[in-house]
């Protein structure tokens, strides 16, 4: 194993492990304010550091299984722990891609995914999954909507700066995150 695969594991299972704590860490202290329909997710601000490295995507993944391992116990079933991680991962991967994409030094248009993928995913998860049958759109945009919105708060009031933080601090290199 190389020197820079090794790095690439240990900062993926670091960004996991960050992301399951802090997620199952604010259930435990302000229950339901992670894992419900209308949610605030502290942890979703460390989607930004796809932009900073690619072994965010599967420590933000598998950060994300974990914590949604607690949803699952609290009676939302397996669809969260799938659904959700996939919404994850896209985000991750599609924010990764954007990462050059900026506006006066943020990637807003990167910024906009977790919301996007989480809005659409989580929705649909929330409408065929959780709400009776059949399924109805003007529900599943309020849901949907919810979700986003939170998505986007999060995002955009701790993400913002820590990206902003990361770059003019030079983090992103003291922790030997490629750029």
């Known amino acids: 194993m190389t020197k820079k695969s090794t790095l690439y594991i240990v ?7 960050l992301y399951a704590v802090l997620t199952v860490g604010q259930n435990l202290l302000l229950p339901g304010t992670a894992s419900m329909a209308v949610q605030f997710r502290v942890a979703e ?13 599967p420590g933000l993944t598998i950060g994300c ?4 391992i607690s ?14 991680s996939i919404a994850t ?7 990764r891609a954007l990462r050059n994409v900026c506006i006066k030094d943020i990637p807003f248009v990167g910024l906009l995914m977790p ?3 989480n809005g659409i995913i989580i929705g649909l998860e929330l409408e065929f999954f959780v709400v009776a049958m059949p399924f109805d ?7 949907g909507g919810c979700v986003a919105l939170g998505e986007l708060v999060v995002v955009f009031v701790l993400g913002i700066p820590l990206t ?3 770059k003019k601090t030079n983090l992103a290199k003291k922790l030997k995150f490629e750029l």
Request: aromatic share 14%; glycine share 6%; hydrophobic share 70%.
């Open 137 to 143: 759109f003007s529900r599943f945009l309020i849901e």
């Open 11 to 17: 900062q993926g299972a670091i960004i996991a492990a």
């Open 65 to 68: 299984v974990i914590a949604n």
């Open 89 to 95: 991962l896209l985000a991750a991967v599609t924010m």
């Open 71 to 84: 949803s699952v116990t609290a009676g939302f079933g397996f669809a969260d722990m799938i659904f959700g």
């Open 115 to 117: 919301a996007v993928f």
């Open 45 to 57: 601000a460390l989607t930004v550091l796809a932009f900073f490295t690619p072994a965010a995507i």
């Open 164 to 166: 902003l933080t990361m």
